[in-house]
C-alpha cells in the first residue's frame, strides 16, 4: 500500500438537517450506524463543533465552503461509543477543546475546563453557555446557544447523552473512578430537575445519540425537540421523587459493548489522527491472507454483503455489511455495522478485513471511529 493510498476518504458527512435559529445555523451531522450526532453552530463568520466524530475532514470542508472560522470544539462528555475527533481538530485547526468540570485531571491532551455558567462568545448577537450537567458522567456539560441581545435568554440546548428525546442519559458506565450507578443516578435528577426543565419551553434540544444507541433506554427516533416537548412526552422527566428516579433508571438498561472502555480511554488520550491509524493497514493477495490469518488471535471480518458472503467466504469469517452509506443512512438489512462489531469482537482483537475493492478503506475508518484498527484487507 503507497503512501498515497493511505489518505483518508471524506466519508458521506451524516448532514441530516440545517436549522436557522434567529439567524444562527446549527448544522445536525447524524450516522446512523453510530445513532450519533454531532453538531456545527454557526454566526457571524464563526463556528463551534460539538461532539466531533473522528473522521473529521466532513466538517473541515464544511467549514471552508461556508468560510467560517472554528473558535472551538464543545465535548459535552468523554464518549464512550466513539472515538472523538477532538485531538485531531485541535491539531488541524487549531481549535480549543472545551469540557466540563474534573476533565482535565483526567486527560492526556490540555482541554479548557469551563465553569458552569461560563459563556463563550461565538459573535456578537449569541454566545455558547457551558451548563453542568452530571448524571451520565460526572463531567457532562449542557452547551446552551444564548441570545445575548435578549438577556442572554436560551434557543438550542445541546445535551449530550444528559438529555435525549423520549429519555435520558444511562448512569453505569462509570463504575471504574469511583461513582455507583445509584449515585449517577441522583447526579442526573438534579439535573434533569434543576438545570434543564428550568429551561424556556421553547428552546430546541439536540441530543447527542437516537434511537439504536446503547447509551440510553428507550430512545426516540427525532433528530430534535424541545424542552417542552420533553416536559410533556419524556419519562425521564415525569419522577418527583429522586428514590423513584433512581430505581427507574438503574433498571432495564442494555448491555453496555465491550468497546466502551476501550474507547474512553481513547478519548481520554486524544486518539492518532486518521490518517495515521490507517497508513500502516497492508492490503493482502490471497495466498498472504491465508498466512496471515493462522494466527488464532486474528479475525475475519467481512464486511460485504450478506448475498455475497453466503456465495463464498473466508472459513471462520463473521460477516458485517457495511452497507452503501458511509454509515450515514443504514437499511434493515445491514444493521448498526460499528455497534455490532464492538458488541461482538473484543477491540484486542487482531482485524483482517475482506471487502470490496472500492469499500476497502471506507470499512477501515469505520472500525477507526470505535476505535479498531485493522492488520490487513483482501
Not at 419524556?234 to 419522577?239: E, G, K
Not at 453466503?310 to 457495511?322: E, I, K, M, R, Y
Request: net charge negative.
Amino acid at each position: 500500500m503507497s503512501d498515497g493510498e493511505a489518505d483518508c476518504l471524506i466519508l458521506p458527512s451524516g448532514l441530516k438537517e440545517t436549522h436557522d435559529i434567529d439567524g444562527a445555523s446549527v448544522r445536525i451531522y447524524y450516522l446512523e450506524c453510530l445513532a450519533q450526532a454531532s453538531y456545527m453552530i454557526s454566526h457571524g463568520g464563526n463556528a463551534f463543533l460539538i461532539d466531533p466524530r473522528r473522521d473529521v475532514d466532513a466538517y473541515l470542508q464544511d467549514l471552508e465552503s461556508g468560510g467560517l472560522t472554528l473558535k472551538g470544539v464543545l465535548l459535552t462528555h468523554v464518549h464512550a461509543d466513539f472515538v472523538s475527533g477532538h485531538q485531531e481538530l485541535q491539531e488541524r485547526a487549531r481549535a480549543k477543546v472545551y469540557m466540563g468540570a474534573g476533565s482535565a485531571e483526567r486527560c492526556q491532551f490540555r482541554p479548557y475546563e469551563t465553569k458552569d455558567g461560563e459563556d463563550m462568545s461565538l459573535s456578537e448577537k449569541f454566545a455558547v453557555r457551558a451548563v453542568h450537567t452530571p448524571g451520565h458522567t460526572p463531567e457532562s456539560v449542557t452547551w446552551l446557544l444564548i441570545d445575548k441581545e435578549e438577556n442572554n435568554r436560551a434557543k438550542a440546548a445541546f445535551t449530550g447523552d444528559t438529555l435525549f428525546i423520549g429519555s435520558c442519559g444511562r448512569p453505569d458506565l462509570v463504575g471504574s473512578i469511583g461513582y455507583t450507578a445509584e449515585q449517577m443516578a441522583g447526579f442526573m435528577f438534579d439535573s434533569l430537575n434543576e438545570k434543564l426543565k428550568t429551561l424556556p419551553d421553547d428552546t430546541k434540544v439536540y441530543p447527542a445519540h437516537g434511537a439504536g444507541s446503547p447509551c440510553g433506554k428507550s430512545l426516540g427516533t427525532g433528530l430534535s425537540s424541545t424542552i417542552g416537548a420533553e416536559k410533556r412526552t419524556n419519562i425521564a422527566l415525569q419522577f418527583q421523587d429522586r428514590n423513584t428516579f433512581v430505581k427507574f433508571l438503574t433498571s432495564g438498561q442494555p448491555p453496555a459493548p465491550g468497546y466502551f472502555k476501550h474507547d474512553v480511554t481513547q478519548n481520554l488520550q486524544g486518539a492518532l489522527p486518521l490518517s495515521k491509524a490507517i497508513k500502516n493497514v497492508g492490503w493482502l493477495e490471497p495466498a498472504d491472507f491465508q498466512k496471515a490469518i493462522e494466527d488464532e488471535q486474528v479475525v475475519v471480518l467481512d464486511s460485504r454483503r450478506i448475498e455475497d458472503f453466503n456465495v463464498g467466504h473466508v472459513p471462520g469469517a463473521l460477516c458485517f455489511p457495511a452497507g452503501q452509506a458511509g454509515g450515514a443512512v443504514v437499511k434493515a438489512e445491514e444493521g448498526n455495522f460499528a455497534i455490532w462489531v464492538g458488541t461482538l469482537i473484543p477491540h484486542t482483537a487482531k482485524l483482517a478485513i475482506v471487502a470490496y475493492t472500492d469499500q476497502a478503506f471506507e470499512t477501515i475508518q469505520r472500525l477507526a471511529r470505535i476505535g479498531y484498527e485493522v492488520r490487513s484487507t483482501m
